[in-house]
């Protein structure tokens, strides 16, 4: 079984940063992705930023270039640093873990808000 802690977010204005921290326990596979969805009131969730242990990364068009996700494959830990928020940004974050074949677990969300 396999248990991601979140931390990180919160509120902030306009222009401002935030990083997110996404920490996997248990059985964890090496071929995984981590990586962050999003979800705005009202709104499906939608992917942010995910990364393959190879360090392959893919980001949404909307966060590129102000969001770098990262991960410390020895700690199992996912990272995402969102710079030069938005109020677009504002939504919960959750992270995930695709653990090859074995599924994807998704942690219990972060507030994230961004005020104009």
């Not at 071929?31 to 009131?41: D, E, L, S």
């Not at 102000?66 to 199992?76: H, L, M, Q, V």
Request: glycine share 12%.
């Amino acid at each position: 079984q396999v248990q991601l802690v979140e931390s990180g977010g919160g509120s902030v204005q306009a222009g401002g940063s935030l990083r997110l921290s996404c920490a996997a326990s248990g059985r964890i596979f090496a071929i995984n992705t981590m990586g962050w969805y999003r979800q705005a009131p009202g709104s499906q969730r939608e992917l942010v930023a995910l990364m393959e242990h190879t360090g392959f990364s893919n980001y949404a068009w909307s966060v590129k270039g102000r969001f770098t996700i990262s991960r410390d494959n020895a700690k199992n830990t996912a990272y995402l640093q969102m710079n030069r928020l938005a109020p677009e940004d504002t939504g919960v974050y959750y992270c995930v873990l695709k653990n090859s074949d074995a599924g994807d677990t998704w942690g219990q969300g972060t507030q994230v808000t961004v005020s104009s």
